[in-house]
């Protein structure tokens, strides 16, 4: 059985820094692209970072390049979401799912499968 856990949400002030973590269990991480999503409330989900297992590529969505950086334990079998200097624009349920089409970035959502309960994000003074 796949499953997929985010952890590592919280509540942060404006500015400050979160590590999400997602452990993945029934398939090996380093077959697949990996791809991390949030959603806001009222919002569609949408991608904010993917990591290639082909190249080691990653990928960001434009409101988070800088910021944000992906990385893969394979050790471990967990991706992580390193983000730092958070913006109000920022908080939501971040999740993380496995691209079952391809090894690298740039598929669409529905290629994505093996979505875990997300992790709260939020950011507040």
């Known amino acids: 059985q796949v499953q997929f856990v985010e952890s590592g949400g919280g509540l942060v002030q404006p500015g400050g820094s979160l590590r999400l973590s997602c452990a993945a269990s029934?398939?090996?991480?380093?077959?697949?692209?990996i791809g991390w999503f949030r959603q806001a409330p009222g919002k569609e989900r949408e991608r904010v970072s993917c990591f290639s297992s082909a190249d080691g590529s990653t990928v960001y969505a434009g409101s988070v390049q800088g910021r944000f950086v992906v990385s893969r334990d394979n050790a471990k079998n967990t991706m992580f979401l390193q983000m730092t200097n958070l913006r109000p624009e920022d908080p939501g349920v971040y999740y993380c799912?496995?691209?079952?089409?391809?090894?690298?970035?740039?598929?669409?959502?529905?290629?994505?499968?093996?979505w875990g309960q997300g992790t709260q994000v939020t950011v507040s003074s």
């Open positions: 029934g398939l090996f991480l380093d077959d697949y692209a």
């Open positions: 799912a496995a691209n079952l089409m391809r090894r690298l970035c740039g598929g669409p959502q529905h290629e994505y499968a093996y």
